[in-house]
């Protein structure tokens, strides 16, 4: 059974940071891809970043470029997402992805 369990979520200022983090079990998590969504009250989910397994190559959504970062640690089974300089359009339920498996979410809410 897969499990992916997002953190790091909070309410933050516009221009400021947060770092999410999602946990990963279950699987061999070095040979998938990764991918941070994101959907926000009313909207359809939308694909925000996603990581090679190897963490070579990445994909940003293109509201996000130059502000956000995703990376992956292999040892800690783990992928994060970086998210500088926050927009109070960024606010949103994030949620991370392997192949067909989701996580909680965990939301992120910007103040303009």
Request: hydrophobic share 35%; net charge positive; charged share 20%.
């Amino acid at each position: 059974q897969v499990q992916l369990v997002e953190s790091g979520g909070g309410l933050v200022q516009a221009g400021g940071s947060l770092r999410l983090s999602c946990l990963a079990s279950g699987r061999t998590f070095s040979i998938y891809a990764m991918g941070w969504f994101r959907q926000a009250p009313g909207k359809e989910r939308e694909s925000v970043a996603s990581i090679s397994w190897s963490g070579g190559n990445s994909y940003y959504v293109d509201s996000v470029k130059g502000r956000f970062t995703i990376s992956r640690d292999n040892a800690k089974d783990t992928v994060y997402l970086q998210m500088n300089s926050l927009k109070p359009e960024d606010t949103a339920v994030y949620y991370c992805r392997l192949s067909d498996y989701w996580g909680q979410g965990t939301q992120v809410t910007v103040s303009a």
